[in-house]
């Protein structure tokens, strides 16, 4: 017996009712990206594995997926190295490609090899899949789309604040209600430097990162794992549970990072940021939250996560800005910021609180009952008047039964049938039934045309 076939975990199909569903999450996103003035770009979905590792921490580099080398990719290994089952080692050996593990690197290493082409600052969105390692789990995925925005190439925290603003206007025509967290990694070294532990920043960051994961207790857990001092713990302690309005955390920072140069930076940053917000009269709640952390490496200033407030879901939204990612291909001195939308996350959430518009999963909007082969010539004349109108139709390709072409229609959720038969085809018209309250209209083409959208 054959076995039956299966896809890898962590990956997903999409029926076509599903699939208009994502095709709704992305035109919103696309929709809103164009009012802002951003420009498409795309992407391979492999780069060098060169260009991804140290990228996204220790942790992230874990996470690729590496693609082995074509041929003999044991040509030039000894006995001893495969014998050794070292398989960090192994895989640098034989794999010199991997699939994108998000879309910011990609974009700077485009930025880098097209800067002769680019007129800054660069203003991009990019929507595609990306591929992580990781252990797939509700509203975690192996594969998954981002919906990415970046600008380059400008210093300016306006630019922070019309991301906010973008968040803002996506989730409002989503329906979905959030909230927008904000911190800075400036903040965050500055913590570092003031408990004394500086050169831990990054696995501070790292372990305040899952605080909304794993709770305060398995955070400190961490932290001490990773060799920072008790007594730099206890200190941390009252900054990470830090509670106030945005002004009152504010106010706190400036005197508990008095200190720091940087962090009093990252407080003036966030300072500007919530304040300008606070006159654009956004929809969602925003909030300056310490334990936000954003584990990836690359952030250097102000960073973004936005949580669903009415379905349990990790964070649909994220992003930051970061100084230095181009520096590592050559092309120091360029700063960038951007944010992106976990389109397959937004997904579960829009399902799980019906929030789809019926036009975003509709597709045929009438169909056309074949009764043989004159009646179906008479309708693909019809059917080429209504198509050229902008409507959604189509014919059945079989003269089969009545009931099984309507029970078709019923399950494409078609709202409504044209009926051709002797009678129409004698006056040159069609009956238009409406398959949701049974109504029936004689009507010439010109008038069908008329009636659909007004009926839609």
Sequence with gaps: MTAKPSIPKGTRDFSPV????????????????????????????????????????????????????SGDYFAGLTDEELLS???????????????????????????VMHRDEITFPFKRYQIQPVWRADRPQKGRYRE??????????????????????????????????????INNRKI??????????????VDITVAIDKFDKIGLEHVNAELREKGISEEAVARLQPIILLRGSNDEKLATLRTVLADSETGLKGVEESAFILSTLSTLGLQNEWELDLTLARGLNYYTGAIFEV??????MGSITGGGRYDNLTGVFGMPGVSGVGISFGADRIFDVLNT??????????????????????????????????RVAGICAELFPDAAK?????????????????????????????????????????????????RLPANL
């Design 353 to 386: 609180l019906d929030l789809y518009p019926k036009e975003a999963t509709g597709s045929t909007q009438l169909l056309f009952i074949n009764f043989g082969e004159r009646e179906a010539a008479f309708s693909m004349q019809v059917l080429r008047q209504v």
């Design 188 to 201: 965050l070294t500055g913590i570092a430097e003031i408990i004394g532990e500086a050169d831990k920043i």
């Design 402 to 450: 009545v009931k099984k072409q309507m029970s078709y229609a019923n399950a494409k959720q078609i709202p409504f049938v044209a009926i051709v038969g002797e009678n129409e085809m004698s006056t040159g018209k069609v009956t238009l039934k409406n398959m949701v309250t049974g109504e029936q209209q004689l009507v010439t083409a010109e008038e069908l045309v008329r």
């Design 18 to 69: 599903e699939t208009a569903k994502r095709n709704y999450i992305f035109n919103t996103i696309r929709n809103v990206y164009h009012l802002y003035g951003f420009q498409p770009i795309e992407t391979p979905a492999m780069e060098m594995l060169s260009t991804l590792m140290g990228k996204y921490g220790e942790e992230g580099d874990k996470l690729l997926f590496k693609i082995q080398n």
């Design 85 to 111: 089952r070292n398989a960090a080692k192994l895989a640098s050996r034989f794999c010199e490609k991997g699939l994108r593990y998000d879309l910011t690197v990609p974009f700077a290493r485009y930025v």
């Design 144 to 181: 998954f789309y981002q919906c990415d925005a970046d600008v380059v190439g400008s210093n300016s925290l306006l630019n922070e604040v019309e991301l906010m603003q973008i968040v803002d206007t996506v989730f409002q025509r989503f329906g979905i209600r959030v909230c927008i967290k």
């Design 307 to 312: 949580k669903a407030l009415d379905v349990p």
